[in-house]
Nanobody, 131 residues
Framework: QVQLVESGGGSVQAGGSLRLSCAAS????????MAWFRQAPGKEREGVAA???????SYADSVKGRFTISQDNAKTTLYLQMNSLKFEDTAMYYC?????????????????????????WGKGALVTISS
């Protein structure tokens, strides 16, 4: 059973930065895709960034140039560096995992943007941006 635990959420002013972490354990294959999703109050869940075990990375258009996804060398921790934060980035952020690769155009498919391709989820970390 894959377990995912997010940390690093908090409150910052617009223009500031935060880094989220996701500790991953229990996965049994070296082939995987890990991703960050977010859900703002009253809105649908949306994909933010994804990285797979080969290092392929993809970003949602809304965060390109501002957010950076990465993982540590041991591939047990997933990160999301968030810079130039905006009020509309306020949301609960979730780490997710699936046993498959994710392509550079991963977010072009609507069902993937909703998170339908992910099987394991963390409980989330709240990010609040004040204007």
């Amino acid at each position: 059973q894959v377990q995912l635990v997010e940390s690093g959420g908090g409150s910052v002013q617009a223009g500031g930065s935060l880094r989220l972490s996701c500790a991953a354990s229990g996965y049994t294959s070296s082939n995987y895709c890990m991703a960050w999703f977010r859900q703002a109050p009253g809105k649908e869940r949306e994909g933010v960034a994804a990285i797979d075990s080969d290092g392929t990375i993809s970003y949602a258009d809304s965060v390109k140039g501002r957010f950076t996804i990465s993982q540590d060398n041991a591939k047990t921790t997933l990160y999301l560096q968030m810079n130039s934060l905006k009020f509309e980035d306020t949301a609960m952020y979730y780490c997710a995992f699936t046993y498959t690769y994710c392509s550079e155009d991963y977010w072009t498919a609507p069902h993937r943007r909703r998170g339908d391709g992910m099987f394991y989820w963390g409980k989330g970390a709240l990010v609040t941006i004040s204007s």
